[in-house]
């Protein structure tokens, strides 16, 4: 069986530690001056050029008040994604959840977009407007890398999907060796949008291939990682 119901004991259930379990941010990136950044509207030229690209098909998100294009999946990161769906598939049907593959989450303080690779969301969902949800209002939101994507899953998103209030990040990394799954919980509720140098969430777990994760509640799961592998 790929899911079974969770036991309260597992390898890797411990409170995280100070830094980041994973890549670690680019000791360049511009770090938190300390001042809170106020709420502000992006310029019209952002929002045009976010549009248009969403409109021509690309995936496009936005960052820091900059528009950022997502690199191609590969085939590999759609099969990920697959197998993922298929696992979750049955707490779907019982809970009435709904998945969402092409829609983003809001990123305060900023109009700030990012579009996760996956959104689990229960049937009752608040939203910015039509192309943006509330990360508090999710159940989980995926994220499966691939080369091009792999730098931003690990070092932007984790604060991204924190500060949104995203309760549960799972990011699913076929790329790096050994493979393997980790989930994110807990965010921080008073982060800023340059706090690199803060663990965003309080708890992370890591599962290597082959080992076991458990999806807390609402899922209330485990998952045998090396299912979402080849």
């Given at each position: 069986?790929?899911?079974t119901?969770?036991s309260?004991?597992?390898?890797?259930d411990?409170?995280?530690?100070?830094?980041?379990?994973?890549?670690?941010p680019?000791?360049?990136?511009?770090q938190?001056?300390?001042?809170?950044?106020?709420?502000?509207?992006?310029p019209?030229?952002?929002?045009?050029?976010?549009?248009?690209?969403?409109?021509?098909?690309?995936?496009?998100?936005?960052?820091?008040?900059?528009?950022?294009?997502?690199?191609p999946?590969t085939?590999?990161?759609?099969?990920?994604?697959?197998r993922?769906?298929?696992?979750?598939?049955?707490?779907?049907?019982?809970?009435?959840?709904?998945f969402h593959y092409?829609?983003?989450?809001h990123i305060?303080?900023?109009?700030?977009?990012?579009?996760p690779?996956?959104?689990?969301?229960?049937?009752?969902?608040?939203?910015l407007?039509?192309?943006?949800?509330?990360?508090?209002?999710?159940?989980l939101?995926?994220?499966?890398?691939s080369?091009?994507?792999?730098v931003?899953?690990?070092q932007?998103k984790?604060?991204d999907?924190a500060?949104a209030?995203?309760?549960l990040y799972?990011?699913v990394d076929?790329?790096?060796?050994?493979?393997?799954?980790?989930?994110m919980?807990?965010p921080?509720?008073?982060?800023?949008p340059?706090?690199?140098h803060r663990?965003?969430?309080r708890?992370?777990v890591?599962?290597?291939?082959?080992?076991?994760?458990?999806?807390?509640?609402?899922f209330?799961?485990k998952?045998e990682?090396s299912?979402?592998?080849?």
């Amino acid at each position: 069986m790929a899911v079974t119901k969770p036991s309260r004991r597992g390898r890797h259930d411990h409170p995280v530690p100070h830094r980041q379990d994973g890549p670690v941010p680019d000791e360049h990136e511009p770090q938190e001056t300390g001042k809170p950044e106020e709420p502000q509207e992006l310029p019209d030229e952002v929002q045009q050029l976010f549009m248009q690209l969403n409109d021509a098909g690309y995936r496009a998100e936005i960052r820091l008040g900059q528009v950022v294009v997502t690199p191609p999946a590969t085939m590999q990161h759609g099969d990920v994604l697959d197998r993922l769906t298929e696992l979750l598939f049955p707490l779907k049907l019982a809970n009435r959840w709904r998945f969402h593959y092409h829609w983003g989450v809001h990123i305060p303080p900023l109009l700030d977009h990012r579009l996760p690779d996956m959104i689990v969301v229960p049937p009752k969902v608040e939203s910015l407007d039509p192309m943006r949800v509330h990360g508090h209002s999710v159940l989980l939101v995926v994220e499966a890398c691939s080369p091009g994507t792999q730098v931003a899953d690990w070092q932007e998103k984790p604060l991204d999907y924190a500060r949104a209030g995203v309760p549960l990040y799972l990011i699913v990394d076929p790329v790096t060796s050994p493979r393997r799954v980790t989930l994110m919980s807990d965010p921080l509720s008073d982060l800023k949008p340059l706090d690199y140098h803060r663990q965003a969430y309080r708890q992370i777990v890591t599962a290597e291939e082959g080992e076991v994760l458990e999806l807390p509640e609402p899922f209330g799961i485990k998952i045998e990682t090396s299912v979402l592998f080849d």
